[in-house]
């Protein structure tokens, strides 16, 4: 069981930037594709980005290519999403997920994600 425990939201303007960070323990980081969902207020669950166990390859949702980073330090067992240029629309409650190790789904799927932190809420201003 791999426990999640995400950190870095807060209240930003628009433009502004802020850096999520998510520490697990428990399991073999190594092991787990790891990805960010996020949840605004009366919307289902959508996806936001992942990065393959090595940290080589990142994954990306339309509506936040090229203002949005993942990375991973498997060393510290983290990982990170750096958000750059937010938009109002970018509120929501962020959460990271550990991809269940063998699920042959997309990775863009809620239900491939067997294991989520608490959330940390993030609040872009006009």
């Known amino acids: 069981q791999v426990q999640l425990v995400e950190a870095g939201g807060g209240l930003v303007q628009a433009g502004g930037s802020l850096r999520l960070s998510c520490a697990a323990s428990?399991?073999?980081?190594?092991?787990?594709?790891m990805g960010w969902f996020r949840q605004a207020p009366g919307k289902e669950r959508e996806f936001a980005a992942a990065i393959s166990r090595s940290g080589t390859t990142p994954y990306y949702a339309d509506s936040v290519k090229g203002r949005f980073t993942i990375s991973r330090d498997n060393a510290k067992n983290t990982v990170y999403l750096q958000m750059i240029n937010l938009k109002p629309e970018d509120t929501a409650v962020y959460s990271c997920?550990?991809?269940?190790?063998?699920?042959?789904?997309?990775?863009?799927?809620?239900?491939?994600?067997?294991?989520w932190g608490q959330g940390t809420q993030v609040t872009v201003s006009s």
């Open positions: 997920a550990a991809r269940d190790i063998g699920y042959s789904g997309s990775l863009y799927e809620v239900r491939g994600y067997g294991n």
């Open positions: 428990g399991v073999t980081f190594s092991r787990y594709l």
